[in-house]
């Protein structure tokens, strides 16, 4: 079975600065993907970053990189230079590959707040 | 990139009414539909998975005579709520996928989601 944690149900930030949130995974499957999603206030889920469990450099698009540490089974999402509108609900998700469940498995969300 | 169209956005409508909210992948083929509903301030509740071209496979739980769901196409599928109730009143989120190709690396693409209000 897959699981995912992410234990910060809340997360402050000042507006320019970095901020990590964490999430880490469990999963007996050999290969799966890591995805993280934004969901502002609106409700729309943005997807913003994937990384692959084969994936030898983490994953990075624009602001956001994707600390993945394996053996410690932790994909967290560091988001650089935070600007106000990045303020929202922050989900990490899993999904397995070849055999495994192909219904990916959310955590329970990171609300970040950004400070001007 | 993809986009994955919900209809309608917000629906407020009187107890013992149907509901269906129809999701649209539109510029690919959607293998895998999800549908998802979320109470506020928590995570996806998975409600159910449609392949194409075979019925919904429903999370434990779901009762699949209240809620129906039918992938019609590559690109459609729809959620019926059927008899709503004020309980039924939440936020449903639709997610496409496909799954040719490469596997684990493809992304679910949302819908912007629909707000149920039963009054």
């Known amino acids: 079975a897959q699981k995912i944690t992410q234990t910060q149900p809340g997360m402050f930030v000042q507006e320019k600065e970095a901020v990590t949130l964490d999430c880490t995974y469990d999963?007996?499957?050999?290969?799966?993907?890591l995805f993280w999603y934004k969901q502002p206030s609106s409700g729309e889920m943005i997807f913003l970053i994937y990384?692959?469990?084969?994936?030898?450099q983490n994953a990075t698009e624009g602001r956001y990189s994707l600390n993945f540490q394996k053996a410690r089974k932790s994909a967290n999402l560091v988001i650089s230079a935070s600007q106000l509108g990045d303020s929202a609900m922050y989900f990490c998700?899993?999904?397995?590959?070849?055999?495994?469940?192909?219904?990916?498995?959310f955590g329970r969300g990171t609300s970040l707040i950004v400070h001007p | 990139g993809a986009v994955v169209s919900q209809h309608p956005s917000r629906v407020i409508c009187k107890s013992g009414t149907s509901v269906k909210i129809e999701c649209r992948s539109l510029?690919?083929?959607?293998?895998?539909m999800f549908w998802y509903r979320q109470f506020p301030k928590q995570s996806l509740m998975l409600m159910a998975t449609?392949?194409?071209?075979?019925?919904?496979?429903?999370e434990q739980g779901v009762e699949k005579d209240k809620f129906l769901i039918n992938h019609a196409s590559l690109t459609l599928s729809t959620l019926t709520v059927t008899s709503a109730h004020p309980e039924d009143s939440s936020f449903y989120i639709c997610?496409?996928?496909?799954?040719?190709?490469?596997?684990?690396?493809?992304?679910?693409?949302f819908g912007d989601g629909t707000r149920l209000s039963i009054l």
């Open positions: 997610s496409a996928r496909s799954d040719r190709g490469a596997y684990s690396n493809q992304p679910q693409h």
């Open positions: 999963t007996s499957d050999p290969s799966y993907g």
């Open positions: 990384q692959g469990s084969y994936d030898q």
């Open positions: 998700a899993m999904r397995g590959g070849r055999g495994g469940s192909y219904i990916p498995t």
């Open positions: 510029d690919f083929q959607a293998t895998t």
């Open positions: 449609s392949n194409e071209g075979s019925k919904a496979t429903y």
